[in-house]
Each structure stands twice: as structure tokens, then as C-alpha cells.
């Protein structure tokens, strides 16, 4: 009871959340051994970890709680794990997609240009 008071008093960053991006991951990592090392922290909801050429050595981890996973990354940012050193971040949606947006933005312009018949050259 005195901790669930404690935490209401408490104000986190507006970054903090409970879904934590993981990163200089060792390839070979399981979930179940990612379950061993973030588990410690509280109740895990969810893990993924990358399996394709450009997701490997990363991974997401979701806590029940969002303290829980502001402590895990407060005590595993920098942690070392078969030689190398874990980079926990909250995970942020917005800078996340940006780079889609970005992509995006680059395709549709390429579209408006070839339609209209606009030329990058300059004369």
C-alpha cells in the first residue's frame, strides 16, 4: 500500500513508458534468456526480438508497469551481456517513423515530379 502511494506522488519524464527498445543485442540471443535478464525488474508483458538482417541485436520489451520498466533501464543501460554493452531506450513512436515518413515523402514527391514531368537538372 505504501508503495502504490509512493508512486502516485511520483511525476516521470514525459518520455518514460512502459515499452523499452533495446540495442547492441549479441545475435544469438534468446527470449527466454532476455526473460532471465529483464524479468528481475517486474512483470514483462511482451518481448520481440529482431530476426531479420535489419532487426538483429535489437529487441522491444513491454512491462505490466511503468515503473518497472523505468528501472530496468535505469539498471541495464550499459549492461554487458556476452561481451557487449546493452543500450536500453524508451521506445518513441515519433522518431521511430520518421524516417518511414521521410522515405515516404521522397516517393510521393518523385511521383508529383514524373506526373508534371519536373527535372532535378539545373541549367
Known amino acids: ?3 502504490m502511494q509512493r508512486r502516485a506522488n511520483v511525476r516521470l519524464p514525459p518520455e518514460v513508458n512502459r515499452v523499452l527498445y533495446i540495442r547492441n543485442l549479441p545475435y544469438k540471443i534468446t527470449a527466454e534468456e532476455m526473460y532471465d535478464i529483464f524479468g528481475k525488474y517486474g512483470a514483462i508483458r511482451q518481448i520481440r526480438v529482431g ?4 532487426t538483429r541485436g535489437t529487441a522491444f520489451v ?3 508497469d511503468i515503473f518497472d520498466a523505468k528501472n530496468a533501464c535505469d539498471h541495464l543501460s550499459g549492461f554487458n551481456v556476452c561481451n557487449r554493452y546493452l543500450v536500453v531506450l ?7 517513423f520518421k524516417r518511414v515518413d521521410v522515405d515516404k515523402k521522397k516517393d510521393e514527391l518523385e511521383k508529383v515530379k514524373t506526373k508534371y514531368g519536373i527535372n532535378d537538372e539545373k541549367k
Open 1 to 3: 500500500m505504501a508503495m
Open 51 to 54: 530476426n531479420t538482417p535489419d
Open 62 to 64: 513491454v512491462y505490466e
Open 90 to 96: 524508451y521506445y518513441q513512436a515519433n522518431k521511430a
